[in-house]
């Protein structure tokens, strides 16, 4: 995929400093399809194919200018002793859970805000003294639907389910016995 982009921006750029080449060459499309004569043609477009020269060399020679400072910053990185790392790593080589942004700190300006709807739970130990040994910030904003709505009604199930147990206790010859009973029970509210 970036070899077949790499070749059309090779070829756009093969285009642009083509321009003198191509401006003069159509000094005979344009006589043809004009009529007027290929002398006055050909003085018409002399002064934009001077000028489109002049900025194909121009822009070859910043293009020049922009590749040699690009290698010189490159040699004086290498002699430097920087190294790369990843462009989130908040300047650290190798960035461990610890030390990457949670959801919670995304989120803190607008659990701020709407802090009646979500009531976020936190827990924080902060530190203490000159060398602190530990320190931690834990932040639990939960599900305002999930707290109120379902886990309720879940937990209602969880206890009729509880109940229910009664008739499932592992015995195949007791299901079967619910299967015929079943079957009786349809039979006889079909007849009826």
């Known amino acids: 995929m970036l070899a077949s982009m790499v070749a059309l921006a090779m070829l756009c750029v093969a285009m642009g400093f083509a ?98 709807l979500i009531a976020n739970r936190e827990v924080v130990a902060a530190p203490a003294g000159y060398f602190p040994a530990a320190a931690s910030y834990a932040s639990d904003s939960g599900d305002p639907f999930l707290r109120a709505l379902f886990a309720p009604t879940f937990r209602w199930f969880r206890r009729l389910a509880s109940r229910l147990n009664v008739i499932q206790h592992g015995h195949i010859h007791v299901y079967v016995l619910y299967v015929a009973a079943t079957l009786i029970a349809l039979l006889v509210w079909a007849s009826l």
């Open 19 to 116: 321009g003198p080449l191509i401006v003069p060459a159509l000094t005979g499309v344009v006589a043809s399809v004009s009529g007027l004569p290929l002398a006055d043609i050909s003085a018409a477009l002399a002064v934009p194919s001077r000028s489109l020269a002049t900025a194909t060399v121009l822009f070859a020679l910043l293009i020049v200018l922009s590749a040699l400072i690009w290698a010189a910053r490159q040699w004086r990185l290498a002699r430097a002793g920087i190294q790369r790392a990843p462009v989130w790593g908040c300047g650290f080589r190798h960035p461990t859970a610890r030390m990457q942004y949670t959801a919670s700190s995304f989120t803190q300006p607008l659990v701020t805000q709407f802090r009646l």
